[in-house]
């Protein structure tokens, strides 16, 4: 992601989430609900629901490889009250993904809400993009998503299927 697109992408998550700072996702059912919203935490559409996720009272865990960005969303949202914990993690990368799986089950508990939200994106023709292009978009995009699942999944309270309990 250039620069510049980051950029926009942050004033208009801002724009967005300062407009509309006084409501809430659902009037107070998600009270003291764990989320652990992935990738882009700091930044764009990970930076808008994890303010909106606060404004629930909800107890957020951040990751995103952007360690500046990440501290500065923690330190925003802290002050406003929110209690935030927070990974500088890379998703593609399993054993980062495993060591902060077992510190979140270990010293924090349960999660009751993800949001995957980490991906990459590219624009280019198919036969003009390389393989190692291909290769990180599939880590991100696809091994980073399951590789979170996956650890989990295997814990029993993830066991329920679906909602919020």
Known sequence: MSYLTR?????????????????????GKLKGKRVLITG????????????????????????????????????ELSRDGALVYSYVVDVSNRKEVEGMTADIIENIGKIDILINNAGIGHS??????????????????????????????CHPWSKRKTGIS
């Not at 926009?8 to 989430?17: G, R």
Request: glycine fraction near 8%; include cysteine; charge should be negative.
């Open 7 to 27: 950029v926009v992408s942050l004033k208009i998550s801002q724009i967005y989430y300062k407009k509309n700072r006084k409501e809430s996702l659902h009037m």
């Open 40 to 75: 882009g935490a700091a930044l764009g559409i990970g930076r808008c629901l994890a303010d909106l996720f606060a404004k629930d009272d909800c107890e957020l865990i951040l990751t995103d490889f952007n360690e500046d960005a990440l501290g500065l969303a923690v330190e």
């Open 124 to 153: 280019g023709e198919i036969i003009e993009t390389p393989l190692e292009t291909w290769k990180k978009l599939m880590d991100v995009n696809f091994w980073g998503g399951l590789f979170i699942i996956s650890m989990l999944s």
